[in-house]
């Protein structure tokens, strides 16, 4: 090894490098199939794109040339607005995952543990790895239901300071009852409630806004964090924009740490639009969710499938007949593309996400064929 990567961190050195996804335009290139022709299932990206009022902001913004708002205000009025939360309590972030980024940062020390409930979304424990913590995994129950009583043990035995729940879960689209949350935030350590699909999961509160899940309790515990995205409901995932909902205090301190200019112009500009569009956006979530009852039910008809239900925009689904990588190859080269798990608690198991019906049909025919 050269000297200079003897000065690596060893920690970094030892990762595993994390596996990039495939370009839409070269995995095209791969199939011989022109990219309108892909039909892309495999990130719970939103098919209907962006609100029409977002792009025309993006197209009519001047100000490109200059810094965006490192305060966000604009942006984080408008989400006081939707959550009902004080702007004191949110910090946005150029997605939800550098807000998980940031909160590790801010509470790691070197071997300090944090604990994982796989299967779920791994950047949690890859931010984890990258902060030089230690990761504690309690896995889920056989039906993806958190084991409460586990977490309670493993809380007490390493000391952990942070808890990642994600309710809907990704990649099982369960809901973690308000109950359990409630008892975890008995635990001394800081609960992250990643709330990232919350909109595909609940209707609209009364006064029409995104008080949803447990974003009301922000405030009400101290270590309590609520994580929100632009990325899966209001079709943002290319410009990368999401945020947090924690006390004030914890806030504050994130405030000192986070880049200046985390989240783009273009992010704020588009997402600040998107709120005001909300009456489009939820019709797309409506027809997203009315596309995974009606996918869900004919994917029960399958034999060969196992279907968890969702409160999500994708569906799990465990091969119970032949190989899941083999499935997904055969609905590659259709041009469909699904996620597919080689993990613990996940074999033989593809995630599809939620299309436009008529996506959700071809996957449909190609699977019967
Ligand atoms: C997609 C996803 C995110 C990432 O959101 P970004 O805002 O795109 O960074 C966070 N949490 C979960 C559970 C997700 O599935």
Redesign the pocket.
């Known amino acids: 090894m050269s000297r200079i990567a003897d000065l690596i961190r060893p920690d970094i050195a030892e990762l595993e490098p994390y596996t990039p996804i495939v370009p839409l335009d070269v995995l095209a290139a791969r199939l011989g199939l022109p990219v309108e022709r892909i039909i892309k299932l495999d990130a ?1 990206e939103n098919p209907y794109g962006p609100a029409p009022r977002a792009l025309a902001a993006l197209a009519a913004e001047p100000h490109y040339a200059i810094y965006p708002d490192p305060e966000h205000s604009r942006l984080r009025q408008a989400l006081s607005a939707y959550t009902g939360q004080p702007v004191e309590r949110i910090v946005c ?6 807000v ?1 980024d940031l909160l590790l940062r801010l509470f790691l020390q070197p071997g300090d543990a944090v604990i994982d409930c796989p299967p ?2 791994g ?1 949690y424990a890859f931010d984890t790895a990258v902060c030089a913590g230690r990761v504690v995994e309690v896995p889920r129950r056989a039906d993806f239901a958190l084991d409460v009583p586990a977490i309670e043990q493993a809380a007490a035995a390493t000391g952990a300071k942070l808890l990642f729940l ?1 309710s809907p ?2 990649p099982s689209g369960n809901l973690t009852p308000p109950e359990e949350i409630e008892r975890l935030l008995q635990l001394p350590l800081l609960v992250v409630v ?1 709330e ?2 919350i909109e595909f999961a609940e209707s609209p509160g009364p006064t029409g806004n995104g008080q949803t899940g447990v974003s009301s309790w922000v405030g009400r515990y101290e270590n309590l964090v609520v ?1 929100r ?4 409901w209001a079709g943002l ?1 290319g410009l ?3 945020y947090g909902l924690m006390p004030e205090e914890l806030a504050a301190h994130l405030w000192k740490i986070k880049q200046p200019y985390n989240v783009n112009l273009a992010a704020q500009v588009a997402a600040l639009a998107s709120l005001a569009d909300l009456d489009y956006l939820r019709a797309n979530v409506a027809r997203i969710v009315a596309g995974r009852e009606q996918l869900l039910a004919e994917l029960q008809t399958l034999p060969f499938l196992q279907v968890y239900p969702s409160h999500a925009n994708f569906i799990l689904c465990r091969v119970r007949e032949g190989n899941a990588g083999d499935l997904k190859q055969a609905l590659e080269r259709e041009g469909i593309l699904v996620r597919y798990y080689r993990k613990p608690g996940l074999r033989d198991c593809i995630r599809i996400s939620v299309g436009t019906p008529e996506q959700n049909d071809r996957l449909l025919q190609a699977l019967k064929r």
């Open positions: 719970n972030g150029s997605g939800a995952d550098e998980i779920t979304f950047m994600t879960n990704n990643d990232a699909y994580l995205t632009f990325s899966k995932a990368r924009v999401g």
